[in-house]
C-alpha cells in the first residue's frame, strides 16, 4: 500500500548566517521527490541578500558577495517565490522535508517579514529528520548532523551544504527513518507535525538541564518548533 510518504517536498537554504532573525536567504532548493528517493519536481534560487556575505558563510555554500551580486536575483522576489512554493506544497496536502526545520522555516518567516510579505501563518506538515532522529533512536551515540544522519540510514549525500543536495538527502533520510522506525510513526504527516513540536520542546528541555549541569549555568536551548519568531 502507499504511504503519505511516498511522494515529499523537500526544502533547504544556504544563507548569510547563523541567526534565523538576521541571516538572509543566498540559495535555496524546494523539490518533490517519490518513493524511491528519485527527484520529480525542482526549483532552484540564487538570491543577492543585499549584504555581504561573511567569509564563514562563503566558505560553507560557496557563494561569495561578489557572485551574488553578479548572478543573483534581487532578494524579495526570490523570498516571495519561495514562499508561493511552500504554501503551494502545503495547500496540496505535500508534506515539506527540512533537517533541522526550525532554522528553515525560522528563516523564510523573518525573511518574508522583512520583505513585507505576509509570512506563513501555521505551516505544516513539516517533517524535520533531525527531530524525529533523536526522538526514535535517542541514545545513539555521534553528532546528529545531517551527513552523519545519512551515513547511518544509508543515504549517500554529495555536495553537502549545496541546497539542492542537502534538501534531497533529507528527504531520503525522513523515508529510511519512517522505513526503519514504521511502528513508532504509524501515524499520518499531521500526527508526526504534533509529535514533532513536543518532542522538540522536550529535547531543548532536557539539552538546556544537561548544558547548565555541565558548567554553563546560563544556556538557553529553544525548543520552538518549526518557526522561532
Request: with cysteine.
Amino acid at each position: 500500500m502507499a504511504h503519505w510518504s511516498d511522494t515529499l517536498a523537500v526544502f533547504d537554504t544556504e544563507t548569510t548566517g547563523l541567526d534565523t532573525r538576521y541571516a538572509r536567504i543566498v540559495t535555496c532548493f524546494l523539490g518533490i521527490i517519490g518513493s524511491d528517493g528519485e527527484v520529480q519536481e525542482s526549483h532552484s534560487w540564487l538570491a543577492n541578500p543585499g549584504v555581504a556575505i561573511p567569509e564563514q558563510a562563503a566558505a560553507v555554500h560557496g557563494i561569495t558577495t561578489e557572485i551574488a551580486q553578479a548572478k543573483g536575483r534581487d532578494a524579495s522576489e526570490v523570498v516571495s517565490e519561495i514562499g508561493e512554493t511552500v504554501a503551494q506544497y502545503f495547500a496540496q496536502g505535500t508534506p515539506i522535508v527540512a533537517y533541522n526545520a526550525a532554522y528553515d522555516f525560522s528563516i523564510l518567516h523573518h525573511e518574508m517579514v522583512r520583505y513585507g510579505l505576509e509570512p506563513l501563518s501555521d505551516p505544516r506538515p513539516i517533517v524535520d529528520p533531525l527531530v524525529i532522529d533523536r526522538a526514535v533512536d535517542t541514545y545513539r551515540k555521534g553528532k546528529r548532523t545531517l551527513g552523519m544522519a545519512a551515513a547511518h540510514y544509508l543515504v549517500a549525500l554529495d555536495d553537502s551544504h549545496q541546497a539542492d543536495a542537502d534538501a534531497i538527502a533529507a528527504g531520503r533520510v525522513a523515508q529510511a527513518i519512517l522505513r526503519t522506525h514504521g511502528e513508532a510513526l504509524s501515524g499520518d504527516a499531521q500526527w508526526l507535525h504534533d509529535q514533532q513540536i513536543e518532542w522538540s520542546k522536550s529535547w531543548a528541555e532536557n539539552y538546556q538541564k544537561f548544558r547548565r549541569g555541565s558548567g554553563d549555568p546560563g544556556f538557553v536551548a529553544s525548543g520552538e518548533w518549526p518557526v522561532r519568531r
